[in-house]
């Protein structure tokens, strides 16, 4: 190349790195509002943690032992006329349901009920409404329904759960697969691995930490699941958690990292905190911060509660009983062409 082509060449090809240069951002901003984000997600998580082991551990026991001792009575009276009330129901039930299976008026079929429930089961004649049907279909729709939709549920959750540990085989395999097929990747992997791992140990193994919190405790356990399942991103998650928590953050971490482990612990405080919002609707929720004053009303409410169930409940069985006191009237009245 001649002098003036390479003076040409330079001179073009300097004009283009100008126009073309990169526009270098600096991270710092970026990653520092990454860790306060990502602390003040870990912050909530806690305080709802907190939130629901005082409920389980001490405001549930002590609503439950006050509601022994001081609505006792009232709950005997209450439990006797629910049974009472269901036997009524449900005997109900069962008339209305075989008189529509013999289409037969409902006082014979109370009868007819009754005269087999006093004869022996070997000497009893052959019906088809109890041979053949299948047993206490009469019995109430709304626990069948539940109970259908629940299997349903079930089985849908275990399908979910065999596609779940589908998924997580076939990651398994490509983690495998990846660090196996080639020696050198093999080796590289488990070297990263087990530095990962024994950073982690530094902070959450119980010989170093005596005195963990349950938070570290089940990130230990955690990070030892991860370390045999050869689970690295779940080892590189917790040492994250541990270097946002100790204020240990350096440019090892990543901000892919940061990132990646604000979405995840997002998604738990949102669960956490859904199941805050459920414990608060229930009444022995912060039972053991009320005062003397505040459970005499609450008793005095539940009492009310309790008698107007108590009361519905009477006028209901009334309702049965006098259903069947007519079904008797008539059978006394008819019993010649009943037999």
């Not at 270097?243 to 669960?271: G, T």
Request: contains cysteine.
């Amino acid at each position: 190349m001649s002098l003036r082509k390479e003076v040409i060449f330079w001179k073009c090809h300097e004009d283009f790195l100008k126009k073309s240069a990169l526009i270098l951002i600096d991270s710092t901003l970026i990653r520092k509002n990454a860790i306060k984000d990502l602390k003040t997600i870990l912050k909530k998580i806690e305080k709802s943690k907190l939130e629901i082991n005082s409920y389980l551990e001490v405001a549930k026991p002590e609503f439950t032992k006050w509601y022994n001792e001081e609505l006792t009575s009232i709950n005997s009276k209450m439990e006797k006329l629910e049974k009472k009330f269901y036997d009524l129901n449900n005997a109900v039930r069962e008339v209305f349901a075989y008189a529509d299976f013999h289409k037969i008026p409902y006082d014979q079929a109370y009868f007819y009920i009754q005269e087999r429930l006093k004869t022996p089961p070997e000497e009893r004649e052959f019906d088809p409404f109890y041979d053949e049907e299948e047993k206490g279909y009469w019995e109430d729709d709304e626990s069948n329904d539940n109970g259908s939709k629940n299997r349903t549920n079930q089985s849908k959750d275990q399908d979910w759960e065999d596609i779940f540990e589908e998924w997580r085989a076939s990651q398994k395999e490509d983690v495998n697969s990846s660090s196996t097929s080639d020696p050198k990747s093999k080796h590289n992997f488990e070297i990263e691995k087990t530095k990962i791992f024994r950073s982690i140990a530094k902070y959450l193994h119980p010989d170093k930490n005596k005195e963990q919190s349950p938070e570290e405790k089940e990130n230990w356990l955690t990070a030892l699941h991860n370390y045999t399942e050869n689970n690295l991103t779940g080892l590189k998650d917790i040492l994250t958690w541990i270097r946002i928590n100790k204020e240990e953050v350096n440019d090892e971490v990543s901000i892919s990292e940061l990132l990646s482990l604000n979405a995840k612990y997002k998604v738990d405080l949102k669960k956490i905190q859904k199941d805050v919002r459920t414990y608060k609707k229930y009444p022995d929720w912060n039972f053991n911060k009320l005062s003397k004053v505040e459970k005499k009303y609450m008793k005095q409410e539940i009492k009310e509660d309790i008698q107007s169930e108590y009361t519905r409940l009477y006028y209901e069985i009334e309702k049965i009983e006098y259903l069947i006191s007519n079904w008797n009237k008539n059978i006394r009245q008819n019993a010649r062409y009943l037999r």
